[in-house]
């Protein structure tokens, strides 16, 4: 068995104990004083008890407390899931949603997530779901907007004239008498 990592020197059980009090983390302060239980000459052992874990974690809290100090005892941030997409490739994202679907080329008229989602994997390779692509669409500052449908042979006239009333049937044409109330 190998011999323990050391502690560093410009750091003592007093001071760590004050550090602890200060700390707003909870979880730092409970390695603080693991880590002083050790500078007082406790046991790895005594320290493990008073953190509440195994002697390899006290050995972890040691190798982060000699590298950064009482801040490497603090919770990381965890990086997570890395992007599907790179910058170039939402840029190309863009472009291609500005520009809109030429139908000779890309065989649609007017874009959609699954036109999308077949466009990346055959022009980057890249594998996404409808979802993933309108998140990342979203991101980019476009909203899901659908042209409403015309008729072929609507006449825009006649909806003026309609929205003037003067197509509209006489019962509708006219006000409705008013009632007077009865007592």
């Known amino acids: 068995m190998g011999a323990a990592i050391g502690l560093r020197d410009d750091f003592d059980a007093v001071g760590l104990r004050r550090l602890a009090r200060a700390t707003r983390s909870a979880n730092q302060g409970r390695r603080l004083l693991a880590l002083a239980e050790i500078y007082d000459g406790g046991?790895?052992?005594d320290a493990a008890r008073i953190g509440g874990v195994t002697?390899?974690?006290?050995?972890?809290?040691?190798?982060?407390?000699?590298a950064r100090g009482p801040d490497g005892l603090l919770d990381g941030k965890a990086p997570g899931k890395s992007p599907l997409l790179n910058d170039a490739q939402r840029r190309a994202l863009a472009e291609i949603v500005?520009?809109?679907p030429i139908p000779a080329i890309h065989?649609?008229?007017?874009?959609?997530?699954?036109?999308?989602?077949r466009w990346l994997h055959g022009e980057f390779g890249v594998s996404l779901t409808e979802t993933t692509v309108g998140r990342e669409l979203k991101k980019l500052g476009y909203v899901k907007l659908t042209a409403r449908p015309r008729h072929?042979?609507?006449?825009?006239y006649a909806m003026e004239d309609f929205k003037k009333g003067a197509l509209q049937p006489s019962w509708q044409r006219s006000k409705p008498p008013s009632r007077v109330a009865r007592r």
Do not use: M
């Not at 072929?152 to 825009?156: K, L, S």
């Open 98 to 100: 500005e520009s809109g």
């Open 107 to 117: 065989g649609v008229v007017r874009w959609r997530l699954i036109d999308l989602v």
């Open 152 to 156: 072929h042979a609507q006449n825009e």
């Open 55 to 66: 002697l390899q974690i006290v050995r972890d809290w040691v190798v982060r407390f000699n």
């Open 43 to 45: 046991s790895r052992s």
